[in-house]
């Protein structure tokens, strides 16, 4: 017997990158305090950078997950500059970005690499956004969907059925900045249907029906609107608005979610 379709909550993540001293970080988790949500619709995150973490924590735990951007794919040991999943947890983080393209791009984290990041993470429990995209030279070449399986393989490999609960997926389309054209509408949905469909075929429709799968594109207070009323999308991986008051427009946008 097929399960029936979920309503699955809203999931908006807020990633700092390598931005915010500490009068901003003070700043501006002052003005997210101020931040209303329904919690039975809807769920916050904020990955700021590990040495906001625990301010984060502190302003806005109320409201918000507070996630590390990467961890290590190391335990602890000598692994100079590393942070481990372990030494995340410890500070009473509870989610962890894993994949994401800059991580891909700038430090050559491969699908091996980002295979012991999901051990280390769900091993030391921790919730885990999993990016998955694909770049310009793939989406050129027609290997989107060979790029985006190939992703996902990793996390099928690496996930047992019992922690698919602690998974968001993002999807980013990195030739959205490498050419600086906008994604359409139609093509995010399509992204997100054939991930939905690739979690279904792989891990059973109960799994596929729960995942929240949210786009880590370009999303701003413009778009924002329209882009949560598509079907398979649950939510935002945001960036340079995330460092703005513009962010709780695209909070609200939740709201619209039927």
């Known amino acids: 017997m097929s399960s029936l379709p979920q309503k699955r909550k809203v999931f908006i993540a807020g990633n700092w990158k390598s931005n915010g001293d500490r009068a901003f970080v003070n700043k501006h988790c002052m003005f997210l305090t101020g931040t209303r949500i329904d919690k039975n619709k809807t769920e916050l995150c904020l990955a700021p950078p590990n040495i906001h973490l625990l301010t984060c924590k502190t302003f806005l735990a109320h409201l918000f997950h507070i996630c590390a951007q990467n961890i290590s794919e190391y335990d602890d040991g000598p692994y100079t500059g590393e942070v481990s999943a372990k030494q995340i947890k410890d500070l009473g983080v509870d989610w962890t970005i894993i994949g ?3 991580r ?3 430090f050559n984290e491969d699908e091996n690499i980002i295979g ?3 051990e280390q993470a769900l091993n030391n429990k921790l919730n885990i956004i999993l990016c998955i995209g694909d770049n310009n030279e793939e989406k050129e070449n027609n290997k989107s969907f060979e790029i985006i399986k190939k992703q996902l393989k ?4 690496k996930i047992k059925d019992s922690n698919w609960n602690n998974i968001v997926i993002a999807y980013e389309p990195i030739w ?3 050419i600086n054209i ?7 949905q399509e992204m997100h249907e054939f991930i939905r469909n690739e979690i279904k075929e792989n891990m059973g429709e109960e799994i596929s029906n729960k995942i929240r799968i949210i786009f880590g594109g370009n999303v701003d207070e413009n778009n924002c609107n329209e ?3 598509l079907k398979d999308v649950d939510g935002f991986l945001v960036s340079k608005p995330s460092i703005k008051s513009t962010f709780n427009n695209i909070i609200e946008s939740a709201k619209l979610k039927k």
């Open 104 to 106: 891909r791009k700038y």
């Open 154 to 157: 990793t996390a099928f490999d």
């Open 100 to 102: 994401h393209s800059e």
């Open 227 to 229: 882009l949560i009323l």
């Open 176 to 178: 959205e900045n490498e």
């Open 116 to 118: 012991k990041k999901i």
């Open 182 to 188: 906008a994604i359409t509408k139609e093509k995010i």
